[in-house]
């Protein structure tokens, strides 16, 4: 993320919370497609995760949640409220993250590859992190199309935000995919203007299903 984009995050932090409450219902059906996959023994990694709207509800259900977001603004606003014992907040950069190869069951990532200049070199890192298997949440905004999605997502930029990425839910899917994540189950959320694309994925590396392959034929 450039140092500018990251100022803006910086700022927003404050009042963040409160701006995100008029997303609640739409976030509260984020958490009701993800939760039927978490499970007590689970280790999980959030990345981006602002002043905690998925973190709070979804870290009771899971062994660990680390939730993590490159704006210490950010962090400390999240700090502030009380969560599980269960839930951690720490800065930490996407794209460098100083994590274990496979440490983790599953990665949420909400709403920010589609802001992030170099979303590739994020995903490489939720791989190395992730344990082969593993699953990766990635409810994303895209676009509908229409005069008023442009409308709105200009007029955003004009206050600092920036999208590099304007997928629509079928484009964001075949990304998803071609970089070896097999998308199990995807949903649209929320309007037509500016809809959300639910996706739940699992980590499927080339190697992984060369092995299973190689399993079922000796059987």
């Not at 709207?53 to 210490?72: G, I």
């Not at 992190?129 to 990635?138: D, R």
Request: charged share 20%; with cysteine; glycine share 6%.
């Amino acid at each position: 993320m450039k140092e500018s984009e990251l100022a803006f995050w910086q700022k927003m932090a404050r009042h963040y919370t409160k701006f995100m409450d008029r997303s609640a219902p739409l976030y509260a059906a984020v958490c009701e497609r993800i939760r039927p996959h978490l499970s007590r023994d689970m280790n999980v990694l959030e990345l981006a995760c602002g002043t905690g709207q998925l973190s709070f509800p979804l870290s009771p259900y899971v062994r660990l949640w680390e939730a993590t977001d490159a704006a210490p603004a950010m962090i400390q606003e999240a700090k502030k409220r009380i969560g599980s014992s269960r839930l951690h907040f720490s800065v930490q950069d996407a794209a460098h993250l100083p994590y274990a190869p496979e440490s983790f069951d599953a990665v949420v990532i909400a709403n920010a590859l589609h802001i992030l200049p170099e979303p590739d070199r994020v995903l490489r890192e939720i791989q190395r992190v992730l344990k082969p298997g593993g699953w990766l949440f990635a409810p994303t905004f895209v676009h509908g199309g229409g005069r008023l999605a442009r409308l709105r997502t200009w007029c955003m930029e004009r206050t600092g935000f920036h999208v590099y990425h304007r997928w629509n839910a079928g484009e964001f899917v075949s990304y998803l995919s071609m970089h070896d994540f097999w998308v199990v189950e995807h949903a649209l959320l929320g309007g037509r203007v500016l809809p959300l694309c639910c996706a739940a994925c699992r980590w499927t590396p080339p190697e992984y299903l060369a092995a299973q392959d190689a399993a079922t034929v000796s059987e």
